[in-house]
């Protein structure tokens, strides 16, 4: 199975300060078609999960431009332009490449 | 309005079974993947099972393969999860989620004595 590993699995961030998540794949995540599938999953206390990016870059409808996906191959990044109070909660890559899909650990993001 | 709401979630013995549903509103079903994840309490997101809109593609974790089936009525707009042998390492909550951008609220399910 391919192997998520997110660091760092804890994040305090001041208010208005960027913030970065990063998520490496213990195998390339590039798939026979050309696409890279790599999701990323914003999960707020008490809420269901909610994707954020898919493929790498791509946002989804409706969430802030403060959100930005990065990365090829098996390194990849989340990042937060400036982090705001509605930020906080857990953040999962997870990759659709190679079954059986598989998540990252998750990053706890939390305001100091 | 896109809804997925999860139901049959409950507590069941070791050895028991349920069986959970997701009934899909708000959107065409029926051109959908759907997934069930779960989460154990106080802890991460786990990919349980795949079915592809027609139901004709079908993948299971390997934690649930022989134990747990997939379906799905698109007549219904409705996707299934029947749990077999239940064990205590079953227990979490479990969501739907189509084309892994909409989710339902999630469904408890308690393998306890």
């Known amino acids: 199975d391919v192997v998520m590993t997110q660091s760092p699995l804890s994040l305090p961030v001041t208010l208005g300060q960027p913030a970065s998540i990063s998520c490496r794949s213990s195998?390339?995540?590039?798939?026979?078609?050309?696409?890279?599938?790599l999701n990323w999953f914003q999960q707020r206390p008490g809420q269901s999960p909610r994707r954020l990016i898919y493929?790498?870059?791509n946002r989804d409808s409706g969430v802030p431009d403060r959100f930005s996906g990065s990365g090829s191959g098996t390194d990849f990044t989340l990042k937060i332009s400036r982090v705001e109070a509605e930020d906080v909660g857990v953040y999962y890559c997870?990759?659709?490449?190679?079954?059986?899909?598989?998540f990252g650990q998750g990053t706890k993001v939390e305001i100091k | 309005e896109v809804q997925l709401v999860e139901s049959g979630g409950g507590l069941v013995q070791p050895g028991g079974s349920l069986r959970l549903s997701c009934a899909a509103s708000?959107?065409?079903?029926?051109?959908?993947?759907m997934n069930w994840v779960r989460q154990a309490p106080g802890k991460g997101l786990e990919w349980v099972s795949y079915?592809?809109?027609?139901?004709?593609?079908?993948y299971y974790a390997d934690s649930v393969k022989g134990r747990f089936t997939i379906s799905r009525d698109n007549a219904k707009n409705s996707l299934y999860l029947q749990m077999n042998s239940l064990r205590a390492e079953d227990t979490a909550v479990y969501y739907c989620s189509s084309g892994w951008y909409w989710w339902g609220q999630g469904t408890l399910v308690t393998v306890s004595s």
């Open positions: 708000g959107f065409t079903f029926s051109s959908y993947e």
């Open positions: 493929k790498v870059s």
């Open positions: 997870m990759q659709g490449t190679h079954w059986p899909w598989t």
């Open positions: 195998q390339s995540l590039v798939y026979s078609d050309g696409n890279t599938y």
């Open positions: 079915i592809s809109s027609s139901g004709s593609t079908i």
